[in-house]
């Protein structure tokens, strides 16, 4: 195992959890598991079930967190995930990792909703449940144990501040998935950082690329003086970037949240300002860490908190670096 890795990161987590917002507090109860009686990490499973495809270049790299905490701590963890945002589809996949009565559950929730009557059967069965990425602010009304990522209002507010710094006073906020709590949160509180300029919610599909393209240059042609574009994932900065290309000699500035090979390419090339960074990579490792050691020693971090991995800016200044760990932990 690779115990100085872990001991590292055990540091970052201990700091993290002194990071905290919201003033609720998770009401679980669920008690460890009998591996912390034996101390055997052989005996913990972990289930994983997010909204987002391992084939995303985001979750790709949640996806890496979850491998490498399995791999390092000694424990088994099985990641899955619908083909599309499907709500439905994911309350089923929730359903049967419960019913494999693992050790731990790590879960995204982006429609707590649609999913809570899963989340909730499943505590009830005495599986502890951790939530990642997506569920900041309904987490704790389920009785989830504590949620990691990062405040989407938050990061939505200080990416709106940013780009009005930037001389922006008409925006477009491409929301690829529409009824995401998460994203609709990044564009409320981009709006409200923007203020006093305008924002305006476009929502687009990304499985057909090419006509999300269409649509985000249709909306730029029809408003001549929208000047700023923020989108809400490397998926959606994609067709943006396209989009404005095909606009001869119009400024646009453009800003994204998450990172990709692309998006770090942009901002090294001067076409993106800047991409909000929730180090997704710790999204997928802290709760495999977390599960295991609630399991083994009766411990977890955050008071019933949140603990923050984000958000943080990669801009021009500092792309170098992230660049240099594309593909793995960024």
Same mark, same amino acid.
């Given at each position: 195992?690779?115990?100085? !890795? ?72 099985? #990641? ?58 309904? #987490? ?55 203020? %006093? ?27 001549? $003086? ?13 067709? $943006? ?51 295991? #050691? ?16 984000? %958000? ?17 932990? !960024?």
């Amino acid at each position: 195992m690779a115990i100085n !890795r872990v001991l590292r990161i055990a540091g970052v987590l201990v700091a993290s959890a002194a990071i905290v917002v919201g003033c609720g507090s998770s009401t679980a109860t669920t008690a460890p598991s009998a591996a912390a009686s034996t101390g055997s990490r052989a005996n913990i499973d972990i289930e994983v079930v997010t909204h987002g495809q391992a084939s995303d270049p985001f979750w790709s790299i949640f996806k890496n967190g979850v491998v490498a905490a399995g791999k390092d701590l000694g424990v088994t963890v099985n #990641y899955s995930a619908p083909d599309t945002f499907d709500m439905v589809k994911m309350g089923q996949l929730i359903d049967a990792a419960c019913a494999k009565k693992p050790q731990g559950l790590v879960i995204s929730l982006p429609d707590a909703t649609a999913l809570g009557a899963s989340v909730t059967k499943c505590i009830g069965q005495g599986i502890p449940v951790i939530s990642a990425n997506s569920g900041s602010d309904s #987490y704790a009304k389920l009785g989830i144990l504590t949620h990691v990522g990062q405040d989407e209002s938050v990061a939505g507010k200080a990416a709106g501040v940013k780009l009005a710094a930037a001389g922006g006073k008409n925006a477009l906020c491409v929301n690829q998935e529409v009824g995401n709590a998460g994203l609709d949160a990044r564009c409320a509180g981009f709006a409200a950082g923007f203020a %006093p300029g305008t924002s305006k919610v476009l929502g687009v599909d990304l499985k057909d690329p090419t006509t999300a393209q269409q649509k985000i240059a249709a909306a730029l042609t029809a408003d001549p $003086t929208i000047d700023t574009v923020m989108a809400l994932g490397p998926t959606g900065s994609t067709p $943006t970037i396209a989009a404005i290309a095909g606009l001869s000699g119009r400024k646009v500035n453009v800003a994204t949240f998450d990172l990709s090979a692309d998006v770090l390419k942009a901002i090294s090339a001067g076409t993106m300002l800047f991409a909000i960074d929730q180090q997704q990579f710790l999204q997928g490792y802290l709760p495999i860490m977390f599960l295991t #050691y609630y399991n083994l020693y009766g411990l977890m971090p955050g008071g019933g908190q949140p603990v923050l991995t984000g %958000p943080g800016f990669v801009t021009k200044d500092n792309v170098a670096t992230v660049q240099a760990n594309t593909g793995t932990t !960024r």
